[in-house]
């Protein structure tokens, strides 16, 4: 037993979340909570002050029953945690803070003394506070309740390792194994960088406590047994992030990140034996190259989509290749038949009206059109209608020419097409000459490699 040094025992309430309960019985559990009063959830004190309570009956080597509310010790043991509130010493919190502790525990003793007989609900702050200072307490319980933090290359503390019941079932020289693999591993990083890592590492001890009570150190050792716990508790990570409505892809991510980590901390500490198989990785949802675009067609086939053709995963290299032929063929075929008929139209129509646009007026706006193109029988027509009418040719009417320009000469890209200048910056015509034969031809500026198309 060592006398109290100054150093803060509890760092965060919240932590003790974690650690089971100890030291009070239900029903006294039962009946604090209960009693402790509650404003608003965020004045919500039931959960802190019970975990605090039971972390200082630990310390001080007590228990509290509901038999013992009665006995006269009782008052002795909670002035003492009185004082223990007051001091930065217990826990890590503001004046407010311990004012607001200690106010509430105060309203709920009084509230429980109505029932019990003996109990004191007013403390002399002072005299607690003298009486926590000359507590002995264990040096073992100490270290426990202190925590298990880890540390950025900056010293910041970053995160904190929830190993209460592996202290509990395995024994504190494990723990302190882990833990001192994982500070050497936090350590290389930033404080924020442990919220990737140590989120998965404290899922899977709570995954062992729930599923694996009774694990001995001989388990651990055994790289059967920890292949498939790894495995499992992979499984159980991500079913409990789906039914939980988590985004799948940032899940993956997580586990991914942890990987590291985890393999760091339980097998480099020596406290797992290395599993028979890797740890588990899992091929991020947003995949590129070879792996991405898969899905499952209406027959129920996966499938490489976003292609051209739709390609099932199971086909042979020769199969692919004949099945892209064929279907290309036939696709193309299609494309190219309603090319032809929409090119055939449009020319049809625009040869009955005896040609009646010029190639210059592709610079008019549409109120220009209408007043040059609307005629007697077109004169209350939308612009829509002239250029069905007269064949004009629009942006939706280009694209059978495009596809059979391409038909007929595989040069034309995308590329080229993005790269072509009909004027120059001063507004001249360069895309197109008039050749010969009468016609127009695309100007200098066509790549030599497509000139005659």
């Not at 040069?411 to 197109?432: A, C, N, P, R």
Request: glycine share 6%; hydrophobic share 35%; net charge positive.
């Amino acid at each position: 037993m060592g006398s109290i040094k100054q150093r803060t025992i509890v760092h965060s309430t919240a932590a003790l979340n974690s650690y089971p309960r100890k030291h009070i019985d239900a029903l006294t559990t039962s009946l604090l909570r209960k009693s402790i009063p509650v404003q608003s959830s965020k004045s919500d004190l039931r959960n802190p002050l019970v975990g605090l309570l039971d972390c200082y009956l630990g310390l001080t080597g007590q228990s509290l029953t509901f038999l013992s509310l009665s006995k006269k010790a009782t008052n002795n043991l909670f002035s003492g945690f009185i004082g223990a509130l007051s001091c930065e010493t217990f826990v890590k919190a503001s004046e407010i803070s311990r004012d607001s502790y200690i106010r509430s525990f105060s309203r709920a003793i009084e509230a429980i003394s109505a029932e019990v007989p003996n109990l004191v609900s007013e403390f002399d702050r002072g005299a607690s506070l003298s009486q926590w200072r000359k507590i002995q307490i264990d040096p073992l319980q100490r270290e426990y309740y202190q925590g298990w933090p880890i540390k950025s290359k900056a010293g910041k503390c970053g995160s904190s390792l929830r190993l209460a019941w592996a202290w509990d079932a395995l024994g504190p020289d494990l723990v302190r194994a882990l833990h001192a693999t994982a500070s050497r591993f936090s350590e290389r990083y930033e404080a924020r960088s442990s919220k990737n890592f140590a989120p998965v590492f404290n899922e899977f001890f709570a995954y062992m406590e729930l599923n694996q009570p009774k694990v001995t150190t001989v388990h651990l050792g055994d790289p059967s047994f920890t292949t498939k716990l790894i495995e499992s508790f992979c499984r159980h990570f991500f079913e409990q992030k789906v039914a939980s409505g988590n985004c799948l892809a940032t899940s993956i991510k997580r586990w991914n990140d942890a990987l590291p980590f985890l393999e760091v901390a339980l097998l480099d500490s020596g406290v797992f034996s290395r599993p028979n198989r890797n740890f588990p990785y899992v091929e991020p949802s947003r995949k590129t190259g070879a792996e991405s675009k898969i899905s499952m067609n209406i027959d129920g086939v996966l499938v490489k989509d976003k292609l051209i053709v739709d390609v099932p995963l199971s086909l042979t290299d020769d199969e692919v290749i004949k099945l892209l032929f064929e279907k290309i063929d036939r696709e193309v075929e299609i494309v190219l038949s309603w090319a032809h008929r929409q090119a055939s139209s449009i020319l049809a129509r625009f040869k009955e009206n005896s040609g009646e646009f010029n190639h210059i007026d592709f610079d008019l706006d549409k109120v220009q059109i209408k007043s040059k193109y609307r005629t007697t029988t077109l004169r209350k027509a939308t612009i829509a209608d002239i250029a069905y009418r007269l064949g004009l040719p629009t942006s939706y009417s280009l694209d059978p020419f495009i596809y059979l320009l391409i038909n007929e000469h595989p040069q034309i890209t995308e590329s080229f097409l993005l790269g072509l200048e009909l004027y120059d910056k001063h507004g001249k015509s360069v895309g197109l000459e008039t050749t010969d034969g009468g016609g127009a031809r695309q100007g200098s500026c066509r790549p030599s490699h497509a000139a005659n198309g």
